[in-house]
């Protein structure tokens, strides 16, 4: 039986354009209502057999509050944005504007020293790969949608740059079926929740 492993998208700690790389500060109060509002919809999804979650503070409590007692995972982080660590696009931008138009463009590029789009891409799917089989079908891992974007790059094996043209949304949830090196995109109805922009 195939694997169906579930993303929720974390709730934010921040309206969007605020975010910054590696955002580390918990939930603020607008992100525990949004939970709180959507947490009927996703609850279900509490009954997989693995529940997990990426290290940030925002994962971890977006989990906890939809009753899914998740375990961490160190390969769901974020990707490292070396020096641009806790700096939004826009302050990055304003310091560096050609180092950031060359890690937009090229997904080996690193000119922040950090970790590469294409490295992020292949860790994050290296975790999906690695999923064990036999220990239960389902799975649901609360994640940044940083790290969805390159789940879902790395499952369709697009081209790196198709990971600019993903948006997932805040307590969005998002499936993939299949085991290592062979998965599908599952659309089965499961809503798409609003997000504060």
Known sequence: MPLRVTF??????????????EDDRPLDQAGWDEVQRVAGELLPLAAAE?????PTPCSRATGDALGYAPLVQ????DCDMGRWRGLTLGEAMAREPEAVDSWLADPRATPHGGESLLAFISRVG???DTRPVGDGDRIV???????????LVYALKA?????????????SAT???GRSGRWNLRLDGIPAQRSRT
């Open 8 to 21: 929720v998208a974390a709730a934010r700690g921040a309206p969007l354009l605020a975010e910054r790389f």
């Open 50 to 54: 693995l529940r997990y979650c990426s």
């Open 74 to 77: 160190l390969a769901l982080r």
């Open 126 to 128: 290296g975790w999906l």
């Open 141 to 151: 891992a609360v994640a940044e949608p940083s790290v969805i974007r390159a789940a």
């Open 159 to 171: 081209p790196p740059s198709s990971y600019w043209n993903i948006d997932v949304r805040s307590l």
């Open 175 to 177: 499936t993939v079926t």
